[in-house]
């Protein structure tokens, strides 16, 4: 079954510091894609980024990166240059390709405070 | 672009009464998620639906059920209302045209509709 473990449930960071947020994974479908999404406070989700299974590289998207290694079933994001904005719940899921159609399972969260 | 609109925001029921939430997705996206966020569960999947059918469902009971309409909205509903059906209730809509497109199972979320039951 899959699964998705956020082993940090709140970090510190200090403004303009990067920091890294766990997330390890378990699945036995050969696809998949890892996605992070970010809460603010207001409660809306936000996606950052996303990294396919068969992906060669590690995603980016501005400031975000994924960490990915495929063997160890871990996909950490990485933060860099942190702002007080980025102080939120940051969300790791995943989707599985060829078997459970549409449904995305998340972590338990981690609640990234930024100080400043 | 409008974004994933969910109605009502807020509502407050009591034990035993039902009640029906509704999520407009972004138009174009034809899959729509619901998910249940609690402090104690976290962001709990509910179902998926997608061209109008119930591609997955969560581990909930029968009293939570949905559907999907022709032009995608979707609405959920909960019979017998429980103290521990207070919630944060996300709906999500996506392409969903397969995981190797990135881009198309990224899901983008509502605000959510928060309900109290008392």
């Known amino acids: 079954a899959q699964k998705i473990t956020q082993t940090q449930p709140g970090m510190f960071v200090q403004e303009k510091e990067a920091v890294t947020l766990d997330c390890t994974y378990d699945?036995?479908?050969?696809?998949?894609?890892l996605f992070w999404y970010k809460q603010p406070s207001s409660g809306e989700m936000i996606f950052l980024i996303y990294?396919?299974?068969?992906?060669?590289q590690n995603a980016t998207e501005g400031r975000y990166s994924l960490n990915f290694q495929k063997a160890r079933k871990s996909a950490n994001l990485v933060i860099s240059a942190s702002q007080l904005g980025d102080s939120a719940m940051y969300f790791c899921a995943m989707r599985e390709g060829s078997t459970n159609a549409g449904k995305s399972t998340f972590g338990d969260g981690t609640t990234l405070t930024v100080k400043p | 672009k409008a974004g994933v609109t969910q109605t009502p925001r807020y509502l407050i029921k009591t034990r035993g009464q039902q009640v029906t939430l509704s999520c407009s997705p972004i138009s174009g996206h034809r899959s729509v998620s619901w998910y249940q966020q609690t402090p104690g569960q976290g962001l709990q999947f509910l179902f998926e639906y997608f061209s109008e059918t119930q591609r997955n469902k969560g581990n909930f009971p029968g009293r939570f059920s949905g559907r999907q309409f022709s032009n995608s909205r979707s609405e959920m509903n909960v019979s017998t209302l429980e103290l521990g059906d207070s919630a944060l209730y996300l709906c999500?809509?996506?392409?969903?045209?397969?995981?190797?497109?990135?881009?198309?199972?990224?899901?983008?979320f509502g605000a959510g509709s928060r309900l109290t039951v008392l």
């Open positions: 999500a809509s996506s392409l969903a045209a397969g995981i190797g497109l990135a881009g198309a199972n990224v899901l983008t």
């Open positions: 699945t036995s479908d050969p696809s998949y894609g």
């Open positions: 990294q396919g299974s068969y992906d060669q």
